[in-house]
């Protein structure tokens, strides 16, 4: 019999016009590791409202995992973003993978406003500083794929999946990519994998959140 737990990672394709995104090549590393008893399975999603959403539908159904890390890239950001909102609106700037745009519309109609991550973001974070690497919690995820993904979780998490925890974390570009966006911040691959580790490990065995001041004033 099987007796391991399961940690679900989610990370998604390339979007908008670049060729790699940082958070499927950590899902492909992390894929098949054990962190603190659980079994790491790893998912790419297109970065499609549409399909993301059947997808991730689909993967709960299969694994249902105990814990989900989603992954996705925020270029521009300078550290590994702790995501703590995710909200129930759609405002996609740009068009996803499937060629659409919805712009102002519920993520699920007749849901809360918004969700906090139940993942421990404070401890989290604490963790990744300890270990040198940049990371800052946020209070925005968005309005594109990310953003649907992360409220689709925790709707689901409140509804349909009482024992399962999850969240979502925003990673830089990485070094390659940041040469074709000019100016952005950029961070290795390595140092990005070894903080979805962390944030693993914190999240599977962290019961009760640190509380220390790491809000923001604007
Ligand atoms: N980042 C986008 C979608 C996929 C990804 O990696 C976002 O933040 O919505």
Do not use: W
């Given at each position: 019999m099987n007796t391991h737990k399961t940690a679900l990672v989610i990370g998604f394709e390339p979007f908008?016009?670049?060729?790699?995104n940082p958070s499927q090549k950590i899902v492909d590393a992390l894929h098949g590791e054990k962190i603190a008893n659980h079994a790491i399975v790893g998912a790419v999603l297109p970065t499609a409202f549409v399909a993301a959403f059947a997808a991730l539908m689909e993967l709960l159904e299969t694994h249902r995992p105990n814990l989900v890390l989603a992954l996705g890239q925020a270029g521009g950001r300078a550290g590994i973003s702790l995501e703590r909102v995710a909200i129930n609106l759609i405002d996609a700037r740009v068009p996803d993978n499937a060629g659409d745009q919805p712009v102002d519309?519920?993520?699920?109609?007749?849901?809360?406003n918004a969700y906090f991550s139940t993942l421990p973001i404070k401890a989290m974070l604490r963790q990744l500083q300890m270990r040198g690497i940049p990371a800052a919690i946020s209070n925005t995820a968005g309005t594109f794929v990310c953003n649907q993904i992360f409220f689709a979780l925790a709707h689901l998490g409140a509804?349909?999946?009482?024992?399962m925890r999850s969240g979502f974390v925003h990673v830089p570009y990485l070094t390659e990519q940041a040469k074709l966006h000019s100016d952005s911040a950029f961070m290795e691959l390595q140092t990005m994998i070894e903080a979805a580790r962390i944030c693993l490990h914190v999240a599977i065995t962290t019961k009760h959140d640190l509380h220390f001041a790491a809000g923001a004033t604007h």
């Amino acid at each position: 019999m099987n007796t391991h737990k399961t940690a679900l990672v989610i990370g998604f394709e390339p979007f908008n016009g670049d060729t790699v995104n940082p958070s499927q090549k950590i899902v492909d590393a992390l894929h098949g590791e054990k962190i603190a008893n659980h079994a790491i399975v790893g998912a790419v999603l297109p970065t499609a409202f549409v399909a993301a959403f059947a997808a991730l539908m689909e993967l709960l159904e299969t694994h249902r995992p105990n814990l989900v890390l989603a992954l996705g890239q925020a270029g521009g950001r300078a550290g590994i973003s702790l995501e703590r909102v995710a909200i129930n609106l759609i405002d996609a700037r740009v068009p996803d993978n499937a060629g659409d745009q919805p712009v102002d519309i519920a993520v699920i109609d007749d849901a809360p406003n918004a969700y906090f991550s139940t993942l421990p973001i404070k401890a989290m974070l604490r963790q990744l500083q300890m270990r040198g690497i940049p990371a800052a919690i946020s209070n925005t995820a968005g309005t594109f794929v990310c953003n649907q993904i992360f409220f689709a979780l925790a709707h689901l998490g409140a509804t349909q999946y009482p024992k399962m925890r999850s969240g979502f974390v925003h990673v830089p570009y990485l070094t390659e990519q940041a040469k074709l966006h000019s100016d952005s911040a950029f961070m290795e691959l390595q140092t990005m994998i070894e903080a979805a580790r962390i944030c693993l490990h914190v999240a599977i065995t962290t019961k009760h959140d640190l509380h220390f001041a790491a809000g923001a004033t604007h």
